[in-house]
T-cell receptor, first 113, second 110 residues
Framework: DARVTQTPRHKVTEMGQEVTMRCQPILGHNTVFWYRQTMMQGLELLAYFRNRAPLDDSGMPKDRFSAEMPDATLATLKIQPSEPRDSAVYFC???????????FGPGTRLTVL | KQEVTQIPAALSVPEGENLVLNCSFTDSAIYNLQWFRQDPGKGLTSLLLIQSSQREQTSGRLNASLDKSSGRSTLYIAASQPGDSATYLCAVYGTDKLIFGTGTRLQVFP
């Protein structure tokens, strides 16, 4: 049963610290998405990759957020420095193409104190 | 800018009822529309995907329709069960990204 995995599942950190979230997409999927979910804003797309190349990161605060795909089996989302307003659930999703069904991971719940 | 709205925001019904969840979008230039389910503390699970050229899709007790010209989709749940309790989100795929609605939180009580 192929699934998207994300680590860590929960992260509590203090303001100013670096946070790294990791995602392993489903093997064979060539498109990876990062989303953020909050009560106020709902689900927002932060960035996405196709064949490991970044296609759109317009949803990310560029000064503190960065997203990479070091290889086809790993995507990372970093926040440095973290701020309380970054507290949210961060989801990774993967698919064959952007227009196809996206498969979501369980999310990383981030709390920045 | 595409905006996706879901009505109602919350719904509580007794088991066995047939339900209709509504989704509307402002820009009809979409590739497809997807319905997802989200359980508390969990990720999203794709339920149905309707291509822009299609009118409806069915899976078990779920039926989703799409009227692109009017910017509307409905998710019909037949014979609801307590296990259907979750948040249901619709999302439209337009210019290179999925835009999500805010969801309908459904509770089905025995």
């Amino acid at each position: 049963d192929a699934r998207v995995t994300q680590t860590p599942r929960h992260k509590v950190t203090e303001m100013g610290q670096e946070v790294t979230m990791r995602c392993q997409p489903i093997l064979g999927h060539n498109t990876v998405f990062w989303y953020r979910q909050t009560m106020m804003q709902g689900l927002e797309l932060l960035a996405y990759f196709r064949n490991r190349a970044p296609l759109d990161d317009s949803g990310m605060p560029k000064d503190r957020f960065s997203a990479e795909m070091p290889d086809a089996t790993l995507a990372t989302l970093k926040i440095q420095p973290s701020e309380p307003r970054d507290s949210a659930v961060y989801f990774c999703a993967s698919g064959y193409r952007g227009t196809d069904t996206q498969y979501f991971g369980p999310g990383t719940r981030l709390t920045v104190l | 800018k595409q905006e996706v709205t879901q009505i109602p925001a919350a719904l509580s019904v007794p088991e066995g009822e047939n339900l209709v969840l509504n989704c509307s979008f402002t820009d009809s230039a979409i590739y497809n529309l997807q319905w997802f389910r989200q359980d508390p503390g969990k990720g999203l699970t794709s339920l149905l995907l309707i291509q822009s050229s299609q009118r409806e899709q069915t899976s078990g007790r779920l039926n989703a329709s799409l009227d692109k010209s009017s910017g509307r989709s409905t998710l019909y749940i037949a014979a609801s069960q307590p296990g259907d309790s979750a948040t249901y989100l619709c999302a439209v795929y337009g210019t290179d990204k999925l835009i999500f609605g805010t969801g309908t939180r459904l509770q089905v009580f025995p």
